[in-house]
């Protein structure tokens, strides 16, 4: 497995021990598709936007063209699977009836408030269902690597690309550490085995409460 | 008189120069290929299409894209097919971006002879901008309008004779919300049975949304958009 697969999946794998059943999971693309994998619950019922409650694995054998997430990537139907239209799908996101979502973000900063739609420059081409989540979702936890490919920090001061919502998210879970948001502010929850205190104020320019440090005292 | 249609070129008569339609699918699952593929052969311009994206690259409203037969596209995830930057850029096309609930609520309420609603969708991001905002019970929300299409081009699994109409899996996303909402809806499917094959209770579409039907003659597989009779 690459390093950037390995560090995928122990993101994924923290991530998926926030989620008890009984409940109702949106999972976005990228990391958030791999925490599926580490639920063994079977009360953690997975939906997906384009209209389908009960989302599963599916077989290379079994692949059916027409049953995909909102990815575009084939997947299967658990036993009590229902498929729905796309508004009343987004009535279970909007209307608060998906208890976690778990999204992928290009920038996060300290308040909380996340950017994952559009880049600065760039074409604004590509919103999907990030803004109804945002609003929507009970709970909202982000996965993400610390830094971006230049090495930069993902967790900011302030987001400087457009933010999809000023709801703040709840959690934010990296290869280096979980953070905690709560009133407006991150709180460091716990770091990844094997990584210090040193290393996360090093690759994190937002500011955040060490309640590790609080904690001991 | 017969909702079904034995060719092509008569089931999109009714698409007309100027036109704003409704094309169903989530990228090319549940889209109507047989009828997109008919547009690709007929003379028409300036339409305005609103669909989730526009195709993939060359495939289903991707070839449309490619024909410079889209004016303005009015969906919520271009992303998927990376041409429609390039055009945009050259001039070519206009884009209304909404987000995804949005975009499949302003069908619902365009259905069900609703002007618009208020939703927190959006509130204090660009895609709020020159939207009213009200507060409602403390509450920001901001305002979208309802939207129709003159025209509907669904993809369902099986219509009987009559019109009604079931779905399949994923491939249902937009295609019921697409129905309620144009003067004129036009559904390409797999199989058309007789009135009672379908149990009153499964049908997802009833008739009275439905105005023509057409066999489905491309198809999405494993491998791809292929023909099939």
Known sequence: MSEKNQIQDLIAKRAAKELTGPCVVNLGIGIPTLVAKYIEDENVYFHTENGLLGVTDVEEGQIDPNLVNAGKLPVGETIGASFFNSAESFAMIRGGHVDVAILGVLQVDQSGQIANWAVPGKNIMGVGGAMDLLVGAKKVIVTTTHTSKDGKSKLLKKCHFPITSTRSVDMIITELAVFEVEEGKLNLLELMPGITIEEVRDKTEADFIDQLKERAK | ?229
């Open chain 2, 1 to 229: 008189m017969s909702k079904i249609h034995q060719d092509i070129e008569k089931a999109l008569a009714c698409v007309k120069d100027g036109h704003t339609l409704m094309v169903g699918g989530f990228g090319l699952i549940g889209a109507p290929l047989t009828l997109i593929d008919g547009l690709t052969k007929k003379e028409v311009t300036e339409l305005t299409v609103i669909s989730n994206n526009l195709g993939e690259i060359g495939k289903g409203l991707g070839e449309l894209l490619r024909q410079k037969k889209i004016k303005k596209a009015v969906g919520s995830y271009f992303t998927s097919n990376r041409e429609v930057g390039d055009y945009y850029q050259k001039g070519e096309i206009e884009l209304e971006l909404l987000p995804q609930g949005t975009l499949s609520e302003s069908m619902r309420a365009g259905g069900a002879g609703i002007g618009g609603y208020y939703t927190k969708t959006g509130v204090g991001t660009e895609l709020a901008k020159g939207k009213e905002e009200r507060e409602i019970n403390g509450i920001k929300y901001i305002f979208e309008p309802a939207i129709r299409a003159d025209v509907a081009l669904i993809r369902a699994w099986k219509a009987d004779t009559l019109g009604n109409l079931v779905y399949y899996k994923t491939a249902r996303n937009f295609n019921p919300l697409m129905a309620t909402a144009a003067d004129v809806v036009i559904v390409e499917v797999d199989e058309i049975v007789e009135p009672g094959e379908l149990s009153p209770e499964v049908i997802v579409t009833p008739h009275l949304f439905v105005d023509g039907i057409i066999k489905a003659k491309k198809i999405l597989t494993k491998e791809g958009v292929i023909d099939y009779e």
